[in-house]
């Protein structure tokens, strides 16, 4: 079964560290992998995705097929990085599988 | 940008009553989803909708619950008898093509009591 694990539910640093969100996943064939990003009242978005390979808001993610892992980082955090962020997998039909989610607080 | 719009924001219903959630994707999309999320739980798929006929569902998805596409701009969500177990935050999310980013709405919170 399709399965993305986020193991921590809360994630506290401060402005300036670095911060790493952990996903790992389990699904068969090839998965397209995501993060998404529900900031404070507002609306689920799209933050990466892994075939687009690019950095948004500072964010990176690689994907480790090895590892079966899809990591979000940034080197320096900022406070408007708090949010609820979900580590997502996509197959065919683009049904999508959602981690928990973790939250993550950026304190001054 | 262009948004997916959910109504009501709010609803609050009587166990064992139908309650149809509504959804207004963005115009020129293809593919439509309902997700909800139980307090405290993930983000669960319940159904996808392409070319007017459900394309896959979710075990969640029973009898009780039924999606249309009435008039070509309208995606609803029908629970039929409402449950306790069915109280979560349901979003509504269409995509243009199945291999495009998924536009959220902004949910609707389902109190069943």
């Known amino acids: 079964a399709q399965r993305v694990t986020q193991p921590e539910k809360l994630l506290s640093v401060f402005k300036g560290a670095p911060v790493e969100l952990k996903c790992n996943y389990s699904?068969?064939?090839?998965?397209?992998l995501f993060w998404y990003v529900q900031y404070s009242r507002q609306r689920l978005q799209l933050l990466l995705r892994h075939i687009s390979r690019e950095s948004i808001k500072g964010f990176t993610a690689d994907l480790n097929k090895g590892e079966t892992s899809f990591h979000l980082k940034k080197p320096f955090a900022q406070e408007e990085d708090s949010a609820m962020y979900y580590c997502?997998?996509?197959?065919?039909?683009?049904?999508?599988?959602f981690g928990k989610g973790t939250l993550l607080t950026v304190n001054p | 940008e262009p948004e997916v719009t959910q109504t009501p924001s709010h609803q609050v219903t009587q166990m064992g009553q139908e309650v149809i959630l509504r959804c207004v994707p963005i115009?020129?999309?293809?593919?439509f989803y309902w997700y909800r999320q139980i307090l405290g739980q993930k983000v669960e798929f319940l159904v996808s909708?392409?070319?007017?006929?459900?394309?896959?569902k979710s075990e969640i998805f029973d009898d009780q619950f039924s999606v249309e596409r009435p008039d070509g701009s309208n995606f609803t969500l029908k629970i039929r008898s409402t449950k306790l177990e069915d109280s979560a935050m349901y979003f509504c999310?269409?995509?243009?093509?199945?291999?495009?980013?998924?536009?959220f709405g902004s949910g609707t919170q389902l109190s069943v009591l």
């Open positions: 115009s020129n999309h293809l593919y």
């Open positions: 997502v997998a996509g197959g065919s039909n683009y049904k999508l599988t």
């Open positions: 699904y068969s064939g090839s998965p397209e």
């Open positions: 909708f392409y070319n007017n006929e459900i394309s896959e």
């Open positions: 999310a269409s995509q243009w093509t199945g291999k495009e980013k998924l536009f």
